[in-house]
T-cell receptor, first 112, second 116 residues
Framework: TQLLEQSPQFLSIQEGENLTVYCNSS?????LQWYRQEPGEGPVLLVT?????EVKKLKRLTFQFGDARKDSSLHITAAQPGDTGLYLC????????????FGTGTRLKVLA | GAVVSQHPSRVICKSGTSVKIECRSL??????MFWYRQFPKQSLMLMAT?????????EQGVEKDKFLINHASLTLSTLTVTSAHPEDSSFYIC????????????FGQGTRLTVV
């Protein structure tokens, strides 16, 4: 059972546009991570957010952790073709374990 | 970031044979490693959690006799797909966490298994 729902599932935009990806859950997580994955490769960690309400910026990417630590968003400004990929959020760790649960994923395609 | 190496990156095997996939943490000790399965255009599904020196903990619905996991050292975990069938064809990915930190996981590059 997926506990983390991401929206949208698919997104195709033109270069230069802005976009926001959402990661929502009914569960509280002690931390949340965002990854980007390219075809045939493993996910690469972009950021970890730990504190409710936390905002982190990574160049054109802005990540926010919800106040209640149940949701998160990823905002990309002026998207570029190099941003194309599968974006995954992961919440955890689960109580008493080190397990992280992955979201359903958002597939982004940025057209030149 | 830390390096996790997965081998092989691609493997094709005949139906009924077994395949072993290795996951190594190259520059850190990983008390815990995780094995995921990913179907095309889908997210990662956790299969099992592998702890060094103890039995793996499998997620609900994952056959432990089919997906054998061994975590013999702090730097190596293996996943063996036994008696593979075409429906086992998938992308398998491992991740490892630092021994003393639980907030970050580093992923291997994945193994594309094709059973013919």
């Amino acid at each position: 059972t997926q506990l983390l729902e991401q929206s949208p599932q698919f997104l195709s935009i033109q270069e230069g546009e802005n976009l926001t990806v959402y990661c929502n859950s009914s569960s509280v997580f002690s931390s949340l991570q965002w990854y980007r994955q390219e075809p045939g490769e493993g996910p690469v960690l972009l950021v970890t957010v730990v504190t409710g309400g936390e905002v982190k910026k990574l160049k054109r990417l802005t990540f926010q952790f919800g106040d209640a630590r149940k949701d998160s968003s990823l905002h990309i400004t002026a998207a570029q073709p190099g941003d194309t990929g599968l974006y995954l959020c992961a919440g955890g760790p689960r109580s008493g374990t080190y397990k992280y649960i992955f979201g359903t994923g958002t597939r982004l395609k940025v057209l030149a | 970031g830390a390096v996790v190496s997965q081998h092989p990156s691609r493997v094709i095997c005949k139906s009924g044979t077994s395949v072993k996939i290795e996951c190594r943490s190259l520059d850190f000790q990983a008390t815990t490693m995780f094995w995921y399965r990913q179907f095309p255009k889908q997210s990662l599904m956790l299969m099992a959690t592998s702890n060094e020196g103890s039995k793996a903990t499998y997620e609900q619905g994952v056959e432990k006799d089919k997906f054998l996991i061994n975590h013999a050292s702090l730097t190596l975990s293996t996943l063996t797909v036994t008696s593979a069938h075409p429906e086992d064809s998938s992308f398998y990915i491992c991740s490892a966490r630092y021994k003393t930190a639980f907030t970050e996981a580093f992923f291997g590059q994945g193994t594309r298994l094709t059973v013919v």
